[in-house]
């Protein structure tokens, strides 16, 4: 059974980065059927898709347009987890981050991580 | 305009069937989507309740009742989520998901009251 497991501190200041890290058990970063997202949750913004890390004989990244210039999303295949950066941040990036597996053809999302609240706060 | 459009609240009867929406933006042709669909419970992540792109192309996500079905609406450039029999447990938001311009798009959710 594959479980994912989020930790990183649930607050951040104005204009610094916030970063989150998501441990994999039951698969790999390195499979070559999954992708690992992120994705975040606010009441004003609802569901939003962050971005991707994934290996098909290289890795490869996708993005959100809405956030691509402050993302960064990296696998770390000696610990089996994954990250999130996600810099400059503003209240407005206040929300619930999750990580999820994305995988199966066609895709679906699962599982998710147990989401973290990240306030954006002075 | 958004790209997935969803109303915002549906209420339903116990026992009734509910016909959610999820509008793809004008500028977009629903039938070369797979729409997938998530609910989403208080305090829980989204869960997987299906994908599909037509009859021959649909998919149940494990353990998810028949009672939950996809389908399109042409005409109106929708993806629909089908919930018969309502059941109280059924009482969630309900998110649609397309795989748009190299980006996962979720449409804002549409919360199903059950009354």
């Known amino acids: 059974q594959v479980q994912l497991q989020q930790s990183g501190p649930g607050l951040a200041k104005p204009s610094q980065t916030l970063s989150l890290t998501c441990a994999i058990s039951g698969d790999s970063v390195s499979s070559n059927s999954a992708a690992w997202n992120w994705i975040r949750q606010s009441p004003s913004r609802g569901l939003e898709w962050l971005g991707r890390t994934y290996y098909r004989s290289k890795w490869y990244n996708d993005y959100a347009v809405s956030v691509q210039s402050r993302i960064t999303i990296n696998p770390d295949t000696s610990k089996n987890h994954f990250s999130l950066q996600l810099n400059s941040v503003t209240p407005e990036d206040t929300a619930i981050y999750y990580c999820?597996?994305?995988?199966?053809?066609?895709?679906?999302?699962?599982?998710w991580g147990q989401g973290t609240l990240v306030t954006v706060s002075s | 305009q958004a790209v997935l459009t969803q109303p915002s609240s549906l209420s339903a009867s116990p026992g009734a069937s509910a016909s959610l929406t999820c509008t793809l933006h004008?500028?977009?042709?629903?039938?070369?989507?797979?729409i997938y669909w998530y609910q989403q419970k208080p305090e829980s992540p989204p869960q997987f309740l299906l994908g599909y792109k037509s009859d021959s192309d649909k998919y149940q996500g494990s353990g998810v009742p028949s009672r939950f079905s996809g389908s399109k609406d042409a005409s109106a450039n929708a993806g629909i989520l089908l919930i018969s029999g309502l059941q109280s447990e059924d009482e969630a938001d309900y998110y649609c998901?397309?795989?748009?311009?190299?980006?996962?798009?979720f449409g804002g959710g549409t919360k199903l009251t059950v009354l």
């Open positions: 998901l397309i795989w748009h311009s190299s980006a996962w798009v």
């Open positions: 004008s500028g977009f042709n629903v039938g070369t989507y797979r």
């Open positions: 999820l597996r994305e995988t199966g053809n066609p895709s679906r999302f699962d599982p």
